[in-house]
């Protein structure tokens, strides 16, 4: 596909602003994870890598969470017509997809939540609802790196974003990234390699061939659900599942880092 040249301008826009994120991020992450050596943290511990019986069901339940609301993401857009689905021939395995996913979604948590999320926990410190405040940049930034993306546009960077909500809140709350990753992993894969909707304007392939038939607005087009109403509505009920699973939860050691960890 041959690009023009103000869709070149706009790929160049969106590529200078994702390196911008990832300077920020490693900046800021790499000045966290001194503070909380510096403090006597664990490498395991400064990134949110900690792993136990806990982290594992905050695994199981991000992977539940977002795989059941992505589940009715596609029941709801092929009941109503807004896409076509057929079985997709001669499909791909999903094991081999399943690791490469897990890897790719790893190293997006890892740069999004450890690293950038976590430094702006500590950057905005002594502020009223400051972790508030970090995951809200975090997610904006996270939507904004999805910019150079085939068929990005407002409501694709929005839908981003407010996954970018999802995963923040996740990783805050618990203080480690296993429920976030659960989060994430479940969405691209079951929007991906299972139903086979694109993944953030990316073509995934899947068990299921899905054309879109209906307004783009609703069903996220070519982009994939997250760009759609649809599939934005289902964030809401995600964050829903989210507190229900997180309300009853002690604070975690994210929360109180910042009263612990030096300057």
């Given at each position: 596909m041959q690009l023009?040249?103000?869709?070149?301008?706009?790929m160049t826009w969106a590529f200078g602003i994702e390196i911008l994120m990832l300077l920020v991020a490693f900046g800021l992450g790499g000045w966290g994870v001194r503070s909380h050596r510096r403090a006597g943290w664990s490498w395991s511990r400064c990134l949110g890598l900690g792993w136990d019986r806990q982290a594992a069901r905050d695994l199981l339940m991000g992977l539940l969470i977002t795989?059941?609301?992505m589940a009715g993401v596609y029941g709801i857009e092929v009941w109503t017509g807004m896409v076509q689905s057929l079985p997709a021939p001669g499909g791909r395995g999903l094991l081999?997809?399943?690791l490469w996913m897990a890897l790719a979604v790893l190293k997006e948590e890892v740069i999004m939540r450890s690293l950038l999320l976590g430094g702006l926990v500590l950057v905005l410190q002594g502020q009223r609802w400051h972790r508030s405040?970090?995951?809200l940049i975090s997610a904006v930034a996270f939507g904004c790196i999805h910019l150079s993306n085939p068929s990005a546009s407002a409501l694709s960077v929005l839908g981003n974003t407010l996954g970018g909500v999802i995963y923040g809140v996740a990783f805050v709350a618990t203080g480690r990234i296993w429920m976030s990753l659960g989060l994430h992993f479940a969405w691209n894969f079951v929007q991906g390699p299972v139903f086979g909707f694109p993944v953030s304007g990316l073509v995934a392939g899947g068990l299921f061939s899905i054309q879109p038939v209906g307004a783009a607005w609703l069903s996220g087009g070519a982009y994939g659900p997250e760009a759609g109403a649809v599939g934005m509505a289902s964030r809401g009920w995600i964050l829903l599942m989210l507190w229900l699973s997180l309300a009853r939860r002690p604070a975690n050691c994210l929360a109180q880092s910042s009263a612990q960890a030096p300057r």
């Open positions: 023009t040249d103000g869709r070149r301008q706009d795989g059941s609301a081999p997809r399943a405040q970090a995951v």
